[in-house]
């Protein structure tokens, strides 16, 4: 299973873009990245997956380079309500979601 | 439609006594898995379901916990004779398939407080 490596971390102002990047240097070929959210007393949220280039949606976007060794989170215009622990997962979904691992997430403190 | 729920929300339970945790899983997910959550700490898989049968229990604990899956009901984690170190958040995630792009949601999770 690829390990995963990100800031334990991170603080921002209402308004700024956040960019959290994961480290996975031993991804394999089958590999999907995959970020999930979760606030306080709450479950996992699912927010983007990807495999390589770049990945959008309505909530956030994902950018994976060519020798995909690490991805980035990038979150535009954060608000208040952005502040939660955000998790990157690296595994073969193929292979079922069990075997994607959660890490220790970054902790993201949005400031007004 | 009504996402992943757990119930109940918060469970207190003296040392020795057990532990029952229930999971119903999204309209038409199949699939179920239950993740140990110890504060600050990141989510440890502990199992995972489809109905009737255990796919996967690599994370359960080799003694007191359990996990079924029935035809009809709900999913239940069981936790035999607790001790202290059993106090932690449990999660239930259910999806429809398994695959490229599986999406998996979460329930709000159970609050277990051993005392």
């Known amino acids: 299973l690829a390990k995963t490596t990100q800031p334990i971390s991170m603080d921002s102002y209402e308004g700024q873009e956040v960019n959290i990047t994961c480290s996975h240097n031993?991804?394999?070929?089958?590999?999907?990245i995959t970020w999930y959210q979760q606030f306080p007393s709450q479950g996992p949220r699912f927010i983007i997956q990807?495999?390589?280039t770049k990945v959008t949606n309505e909530v956030a976007s994902l950018f994976i380079p060519a020798d995909r060794k690490s991805s980035t989170l990038s979150l535009p215009r954060v608000s208040l309500s952005d502040t939660a622990v955000y998790y990157c997962?690296?595994?073969?979904?193929?292979?079922?979601?069990?075997?994607?691992?959660f890490g220790t997430g970054t902790r993201l403190l949005v400031s007004p | 439609n009504a996402g992943v729920m757990q119930n109940p929300r918060h469970l207190v339970r003296r040392r020795g006594q057990e532990a029952r945790l229930r999971c119903s899983p999204m309209?038409?997910?199949?699939?179920v898995y239950w993740y140990r959550q110890l504060p600050e700490e990141g989510l440890k898989f502990m199992v995972y379901?489809?109905?009737?049968?255990?796919?996967?229990e690599s994370g359960m604990p080799k003694e007191r916990f359990s996990a079924e899956f029935p035809k009809e009901g709900p999913s239940i984690l069981r936790i035999q004779q607790v001790v202290r170190g059993d106090s932690a958040a449990y999660f239930c995630?259910?999806?429809?398939?398994?695959?490229?792009?599986?999406?998996?949601?979460f329930g709000q999770g159970t609050r277990l407080t051993v005392v």
């Open positions: 995630a259910s999806s429809a398939l398994t695959g490229r792009n599986t999406e998996a949601f």
């Open positions: 031993n991804i394999a070929t089958n590999d999907y």
């Open positions: 990807g495999y390589k």
């Open positions: 997962l690296v595994g073969d979904v193929n292979t079922g979601f069990q075997k994607l691992v």
């Open positions: 309209k038409g997910h199949s699939h």
């Open positions: 379901l489809q109905k009737e049968n255990i796919i996967d």
